[in-house]
């Protein structure tokens, strides 16, 4: 399993050296836009990433698999998963069966990167963010279990939304002592190599 989680895009040199690091040589590019449910392709961020890419040498090409089929994901050599909201990604990840296309991707060791909430449907389930921001599920998403690939709770965004008082340190806190589950608190330019069961961060915590 070969995963790369965080919170931003190639936002600085040293996330997007770690990018390069992590894909190696493969240069061809699917980019999974459903999570921005209102803009997909036009949301700025992934015009941005797109952007980035084509100017390191990628070749790209989005996918959004609530009207595309999921299995043009295997002409990649990459995937990434960008961010939005997860519990729309997630609905169409059953919907469409990506979800066993992703299985196989990852058993064939394709470098999966997921960002902030493309890798919150790679956990055991979307219950952090019940927690922390359940106005996003306004789809009455009932059933939240996730691909389960992580077994960790990750949270993106950790040391902004702190910043902006939009999570309670105290609420992060009692909720892993009451899960059981190890929380990673990932900072806005954090992110998390995953090789096998185990992960290494990269990036500081901006105070």
């Known amino acids: 399993m070969k995963l790369l989680l965080s919170s931003k895009g190639l ?4 996330l997007t050296e770690n990018y390069l690091s992590f894909v190696g040589t493969k240069r061809k590019v699917s980019i999974i836009t459903t999570a921005s449910n209102d803009y997909k392709e036009r949301n700025k961020n992934v015009i941005k990433l797109n952007k980035k890419l084509n100017d390191l040498g990628f070749i790209t090409k989005f996918i959004d698999i609530e ?11 990459i995937v990434i998963i960008n961010g939005g909201n997860p519990y729309y990604l997630l609905h169409h990840i059953k919907r469409s069966n990506s979800e066993n296309i992703l299985y196989e991707l990852i058993s064939d060791k ?3 990167w997921g960002i902030s909430a493309g890798f919150m449907i790679l956990m055991q389930d979307l219950g952090i963010m019940d927690l922390l921001t359940p106005e996003m599920n306004s789809i009455g998403l009932m059933h939240k279990e996730c ?7 990750v949270i993106p965004h950790y040391d902004r939304f702190i910043k902006e008082g939009k999570i309670l ?3 992060i806190d009692k909720y892993e002592m009451e899960s059981e589950r190890k929380i990673v608190r990932l900072g806005e330019f954090q992110c ?3 090789e096998g069961n185990k992960f290494k961060k990269v990036g500081e915590i901006i105070e």
């Open 11 to 14: 936002a600085n040199e040293e």
């Open 67 to 77: 009207f595309d089929d999921p299995k043009d994901l295997k002409k990649s050599e």
């Open 110 to 112: 394709m470098p999966i």
């Open 147 to 153: 691909l389960g690939l992580i077994k960790e709770i």
């Open 169 to 171: 340190k105290k609420d």
């Open 192 to 194: 998390l190599n995953y």
